[in-house]
């Protein structure tokens, strides 16, 4: 089946150590998305790609890096400049990137807890 | 720049009653409209999605919306709840050649049995 997997499920770490989220596609999307989740705030735009070897800031990309050498795949480190790492992530895909007139495929996230 | 606003952060249906859940957008053109369902800890799914034609829109699990432009708003309605339909419930609005999608805050649906 195809669809987007995500990562760790759970993740704990440390305060002040980088941290490595997994997301995969197999649909063949070119565009792929990094949103962050917090009670109440709706989801955050960290970082979107809609080429491989390209990426673009989203609205809080601060404290985040991403890379996406491969089209199927588009991992997030959270780096120890986050100053509130905790939260719940969520990547995405669609199949064309430069249009937001594309439906979003979300993967069940991951639950990232630093203490 | 959009912006999507959902008045109602929880609300409370009884199973087998109607539901509309609100969202009103703020865009200058006629902006893409999506809702999408959440369930406690999993990702996000697609309800319905609006881009062009008619405004009245289907989805799946037979919810339905309606945009209308006047009012700047794309409710979303379903007949009768069911207790599956307990969720978290988001409103999305994109634009022009640009990437990005804002999402709403939530409205969080619960069901009495």
């Known amino acids: 089946d195809g669809g987007i997997t995500q990562s760790p499920k759970y993740l704990f770490r440390k305060e002040g150590q980088n941290v490595t989220l997994s997301c995969e596609q197999n649909l063949n999307h070119d565009a792929m998305y990094w949103y962050r989740q917090d009670p109440g705030q709706g989801l955050r735009l960290i970082y979107y790609s809609q080429i491989v070897n390209d990426f673009q800031k989203g609205d809080i990309a601060e404290g985040y890096s991403v890379s996406r050498e491969k089209k199927e795949s588009f991992p997030l480190t959270v780096t120890s400049a986050q100053k509130n790492p905790t939260a719940f992530y969520l990547c995405a895909s669609s199949s064309m990137g430069g249009t937001a007139a594309t439906e979003q495929y979300f993967g069940p996230g991951t639950r990232l807890t630093v203490t | 720049a959009q912006s999507v606003t959902q008045p109602d952060i929880h609300i409370t249906v009884s199973e087998g009653a109607s539901l509309e859940l609100r969202c009103n957008y703020s865009y200058g053109a006629t902006p893409y409209l999506f809702w999408y369902v959440q369930s406690p800890g999993q990702g996000l799914q697609l309800l319905l999605k609006?881009?062009?034609?008619?405004?009245l829109v289907q989805g799946i699990k037979g919810f339905e919306a309606e945009f209308k432009r006047s009012q700047s708003s794309f409710n979303l309605r379903k007949p009768s709840v069911h207790w599956s339909d307990a969720a978290e419930y988001f409103c999305?609005?994109?634009?022009?050649?640009?990437?990005?999608?804002?999402f709403g805050k939530g409205t969080r649906l619960h069901i009495l049995p």
């Open positions: 999305a609005v994109g634009a022009g050649r640009d990437d990005k999608i804002i």
């Open positions: 609006y881009f062009s034609g008619d405004t």
